[in-house]
């Protein structure tokens, strides 16, 4: 068994001007382990997981107390538990056979195939305004997330035999035997608001009161 991560990072910043500022980011994560929950060793397989993270912001002065700050940003992550590349005769698919007196499960995890992906597109906006004793702070954070998916068990088929005489027989499984017809894809897609309004105000030297109202809208899947 073996875990590995390959990893990237890029980070570059531009002075436009004394009142422009960019910034851009970019991170790579890739990871790969194996899926050694089947009893047999001829069905491990890869599990192959990505990350992607990218953001551009920039901050602008319009004045010297009005500053306002962009940012752009889109992740990636994706999980993936496949299984063989080889069928059980005579099916599409290898199944889970068990056989109870000999104790062990023919077969690929039981768990496979499956995956799961994230794509996260963000836009943030941020408004700084400074004026007297006040810094009033106007901001909002609007994602919009589609999230395929497809999980559904026993999609290969489960066959429990009581023994091993029963399978090779070729009667049916005397103890269990079920297949799902179908493995259809779920859109885990939302839409996802954060809202704010803030004023740090200095009422002395000493004392500064922190005043603000927030909203957050969380779209049903």
Do not use: C
Not at 96 to 112: E, Q, R, S, Y
């Amino acid at each position: 068994n073996f875990f590995k991560q390959n990893h990237a990072v890029i980070n570059l910043d531009y002075n436009q001007s004394t009142a422009t500022q960019h910034h851009f980011r970019f991170t790579m994560t890739n990871g790969a382990d194996i899926d050694n929950l089947s009893d047999l060793p001829q069905f491990y397989v890869p599990i192959p997981s990505k990350q992607r993270l990218f953001s551009y912001t920039m901050i602008h002065n319009f004045s010297a107390n009005l500053i306002d700050e962009n940012r752009l940003a889109f992740r990636r992550s994706s999980q993936n538990f496949p299984v063989v590349g080889f069928n059980f005769p005579g099916l599409n698919v290898f199944p889970n056979i068990t056989l109870d007196d000999l104790g062990v499960n023919i077969g690929p995890d039981p768990n496979a195939p499956q995956f799961g992906i994230e794509n996260n597109y963000q836009w943030v906006n941020n408004l700084t305004y400074l004026r007297g004793n006040h810094s009033f702070k106007f901001g909002g954070d609007f994602r919009n997330i589609i999230s395929p998916q497809s999980f559904s068990q026993r999609v290969r088929g489960d066959y429990e035999y009581l023994n091993l005489e029963t399978f090779l027989r070729d009667l049916s499984p005397d103890a269990f035997g079920e297949r799902n017809a179908g493995n259809n894809i779920y859109y885990g897609n939302q839409h996802v608001l954060y809202a704010f309004v803030q004023d740090d105000w200095r009422i002395r030297p000493n004392l500064t009161l922190n005043l603000g109202v927030s909203y957050s809208y969380q779209q049903v899947p």
